[in-house]
């Protein structure tokens, strides 16, 4: 397993929660790395990203004050720090590992893909 991505759960609106991606160190060492979701019945849309030593971050307008990403380099983590959630933010939620060092918003800028994790919001 290359990445791996967990902490989503239910929780309800106003809530927090924070997702974790490991990843192995071949795939994340110099690489950007990203966040998408997709909810049911809708395209995978990007979320947020971070270049390789996290010096720059990249939210989608509809979280910008909201999630904050982050990463550890030592660790091989990437995190996605989601507050205030609103029924919207309801997804299953996909890191992503750049084939750049860059932080890129279109997924098809990413090449190494992990399995989602179910974010649900309740009202």
């Known amino acids: 397993v290359q990445l791996q991505a967990f902490g989503g759960g239910l929780v309800e609106a106003g809530g927090s929660l924070r997702l974790t991606c490991a990843a192995s160190r071949r795939i994340f060492s110099n690489n950007g790395m990203g966040w998408f979701r997709q909810a049911p019945g809708k395209e995978r849309e990007f979320v947020s990203a971070i270049n390789w030593n996290g010096g720059r971050t990249y939210h989608s307008d509809s979280v910008k004050g909201r999630f904050t990403i982050s990463r550890d380099n030592a660790k091989g983590t990437v995190f996605l720090q989601m507050n205030n959630l609103k029924p919207e933010d309801t997804a299953i939620y996909y890191c992503?590992?750049?084939?750049?060092?860059?932080?890129?918003?279109?997924?098809?800028?990413?090449?190494?893909w992990g399995r989602g994790t179910q974010v649900t919001v309740s009202s």
């Open positions: 992503a590992a750049a084939r750049g060092s860059q932080a890129p918003s279109t997924s098809t800028d990413y090449n190494y």
